[in-house]
């Protein structure tokens, strides 16, 4: 599989790119800040987030990148992270799964719904021929992403994940196919 571009333009103002391992301290400045807004939605902040946990994200995603298992961005404005997303090949071959949060401060400013645009016409454009997004059914705000891009909704389901403090434990999954 090729990969996308390590950087990757959303707006005049919005750019991905690719986790550095000098981004510790900023990620997990940024996920402290908004424990409050992504601890309902997420396991992975469950217990607050570390120094070490932003330390074994970084190594992680870099890995992982490297294996071409998943390609995961930092969200920046201007130069500062507010927030990552990531293209998953965990549905396997032409499919890619799109993960994403934002800082708390931030929502609300289509930052997201942007960045999923973008990250779709990158997915598109290495080959994929569908993307997908997959979240709690009572995370009406990450629904709205893939609803307002024009992703048709395929199925609901019980969920496989471990569980964020809010969610039902019922998933929706959107689907977006190349043009």
């Given at each position: 599989?090729?990969?996308?571009?390590?950087?990757?333009?959303?707006?005049?103002?919005?750019?991905?790119?690719?986790?550095?391992?000098?981004?510790?301290a900023?990620?997990r400045?940024?996920?402290?800040?908004?424990?409050?807004?992504?601890r309902?939605?997420?396991?992975?902040?469950?217990?607050?987030?570390?120094?070490?946990?932003?330390?074994?994200?970084?190594?992680?995603?870099?890995?992982?990148w490297?294996?071409?298992?998943?390609?995961?961005?930092?969200?920046?404005?201007?130069?500062?992270?507010?927030?990552?997303?990531?293209?998953?090949?965990?549905l396997?071959p032409?499919?890619?799964?799109?993960?994403?949060?934002?800082?708390r401060a931030?929502?609300?400013?289509?930052?997201?719904?942007?960045?999923?645009?973008?990250l779709?016409?990158?997915a598109?454009?290495?080959?994929?021929?569908r993307?997908?997004?997959?979240?709690?059914?009572?995370?009406?705000?990450?629904?709205?992403?893939?609803?307002?891009?024009?992703?048709r909704?395929?199925?609901?389901?019980?969920?496989?994940r471990?569980?964020?403090?809010?969610?039902?434990?019922?998933?929706?999954?959107?689907?977006?196919?190349?043009?």
């Amino acid at each position: 599989m090729k990969a996308p571009a390590e950087e990757v333009a959303v707006s005049d103002t919005i750019l991905l790119r690719r986790w550095r391992a000098d981004d510790v301290a900023a990620v997990r400045r940024a996920v402290a800040e908004s424990i409050d807004h992504l601890r309902p939605w997420t396991s992975w902040v469950a217990d607050g987030y570390p120094v070490e946990a932003a330390r074994e994200f970084i190594d992680t995603t870099r890995r992982r990148w490297d294996e071409r298992v998943t390609f995961d961005y930092a969200i920046t404005i201007s130069g500062e992270i507010v927030g990552g997303c990531g293209l998953m090949t965990r549905l396997g071959p032409g499919a890619f799964e799109i993960g994403y949060w934002v800082h708390r401060a931030r929502t609300g400013e289509g930052i997201i719904t942007k960045t999923v645009e973008r990250l779709a016409e990158v997915a598109f454009g290495i080959g994929a021929e569908r993307v997908v997004i997959i979240h709690d059914e009572l995370n009406e705000r990450s629904g709205a992403v893939p609803a307002r891009l024009g992703f048709r909704l395929l199925e609901r389901r019980a969920s496989e994940r471990e569980r964020g403090a809010a969610e039902s434990g019922t998933e929706l999954v959107w689907e977006l196919r190349a043009p």
